[in-house]
C-alpha cells in the first residue's frame, strides 16, 4: 500500500482521517511515491487549539533554552542532510548538489535563529523625564502559521518556523501538497531536538486549509510564500482579518550584462542562473539584457546551454531535473510556443526533450530566446522552467528603465568591470536584492530576503532582524520609582519606614 504522509497535531504524528487524499509522485517518472490529506475542519480546529495552548507555556521557557533547543537542531540538520537532500530529490526531482544545497540554505536560517537573544533585545533610556525611565521589551506574537510552496521544500519552512518558534510563538506550517514529505521530516527532528509538544504542528491541504488558517480568530501572522494569484489572495484575507502578513510571490529576474563583463564569467553564470534547478527558482535569471556590443556573447552563450542536459537526480552529470508536474511541463510548453508565435527568435528549444531510461518525466530542455520585447508573454509572465529571454539594449540608462518598469522586484544583477556602471545600477534599480558579478544575490539569514514591488506583499522580509519584528510585538514600559518613603541605610540595605 502506498505510504500515507503524516500529520503533525498536538505533539503527535498520525494519519488523518481525511476522505480527500492527493498523489505525490516523482516528477522524473510519475510513480505515486506516497498520499498527501486534506485536512479534515476537525484537524484543523484541533491543531489550532492545540498551536494556541502551547504557546502559552513555550513563551515562558527562557530565551537561552528556546535558543538551545535551535542549535540541538541545526546539529540534527546536520546530522540528516545527505537523508533530507534525498528525500527533496525524490518529491522534486532536484539533482542531489542542489537539494542538498536546498537543505544547507535553511540549516543556516536554524543556525541564525539560535542567535534569538541578540535579536530580541529593546531599548533603554533613563531620564526620560526626572525620575522616570522607559525601556522596551520583544515579545512574541502567539499563533502564527506558514503556507509554503513546492519549489523549496527545505528551504523555505526553515525561513519561517525555526525563526517564528525562537522568539516564543507556537507555529502551524501547510507544507506544498506536492511535496510534503519533506516538512515532516523536518518536523521530526525538530522534536528529537526538544522541541515541546504543540510548539510545531504541521497540516495538509490546499485552499480550503489555508483558508481556515486565514480565516481563524487563533492566527497573528500569517507568512506565505508562492505564486503571485495566491499571495494576492493570502495577503487580501489576512490583512482583512486584521492579521500581520508576508506574502512573497512570482518574480522575473534580470541579469544586465555591460559590454566591459568578462564573456567567459558571463557565460558561465548565466548557464546556472537561468536553467539551474530547471529554472523553478524565485530567483533564477529569466531575461538578460545585453549593453551595446556585449550582444556578442550571446552565440557562446547559446553553445554552452546547448550543453546542459536535464536528467534524474542521482545522475551526477545532470545539469538539473524534471518540472515538478506535468501540468507545470504543459504550461512551460505553452509559453515557448507563444513566444515563438509573437516573433522571438528561438535559438535554443527544448520542447522535445528526453531522457534515457525515464519516458515519463516532466523534462524540458534548455530554451533560449533573442529579440524578446517586453509585450510578449514568455517577458510578461513568470515562466519558471529553464527558458532564457535576451534583449538588447543601447544604454545602462535604457537597461535600468527596462528592469524597474517591470511589475515585480525581487532579484537582479550587473555585470561588470566599471564600479560606476555597478554603482549607478545598484542606487537606481528599484528591485530588492542586487548582485554584482553575482549571479543570484540571496542574502545570508543575518540579512533578510528582501523582494520588492509585485514579488513581495507585506513590509517586514523574512529571517533576520526583520523576521524577528515580523513575529514579535514591542512592549514599551515607562516606570517611575518615587525614592520619597525609602530609608538609605549605612549597610547599604533598604528599607521602608
Ligand atoms: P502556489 O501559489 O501554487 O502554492 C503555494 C502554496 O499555496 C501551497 O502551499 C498551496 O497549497 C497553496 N495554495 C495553492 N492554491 C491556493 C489557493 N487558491 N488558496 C490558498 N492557498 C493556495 O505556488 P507553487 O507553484 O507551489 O510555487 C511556485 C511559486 O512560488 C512561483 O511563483 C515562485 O516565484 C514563488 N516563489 C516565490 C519566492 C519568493 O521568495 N518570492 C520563493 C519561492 C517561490
Redesign the pocket.
Known sequence: MTRRVPQLIAGAFQESASSDWLPVTDPATQKVLWEVPMATDAEMQQALASAAEAFLSWREVAVSERARVMLRYQHLLKQHHDELGELVSQETGKTFADAKGDVWRGIEVVEQAANVAAMMMGETVENVARGVDTHSWIQPLGVCVG??????PAM?PLWMFPMAIACGNSFVL?????DPMTAVRLAELFLEAGAPEGVLQVVHG??TQ??TLLNHDTVRAVSF????P??Q??YRTATQNLKRAQC????KNHMVIMPDANPQQVVNQLVGASVGAAGQR?MAISVAVFVGKAKDMIPALRDALAKVRPGAWNDEDAGYGPLISPQAKERVLALIAAGREEGAECLLDGSDCTVDGYPDGNWVGPTLFNNVTPSMRIYRE?V?GPVLCCTSVDSLDEAITLVNNNPYG?GTSIFTASGAAARKYQHEVEVGQVGINVPIPVPLPFFS?T?WKG??YGDLHAYGKQAVRFYTETKTVTSRWPDDDVVHEANMTISLK
Open positions: 503556507i509554503t510552496p513546492f519549489n523549496f523555505i501547510k507544507p506544498s501538497e506536492q490546499g485552499k489555508v483558508d510564500v508562492g505564486s503571485v495566491v499571495g489572495h493570502v512573497f510571490a512570482g518574480a524565485c513568470e519558471f525581487n530576503f523582494g514579488s513581495f
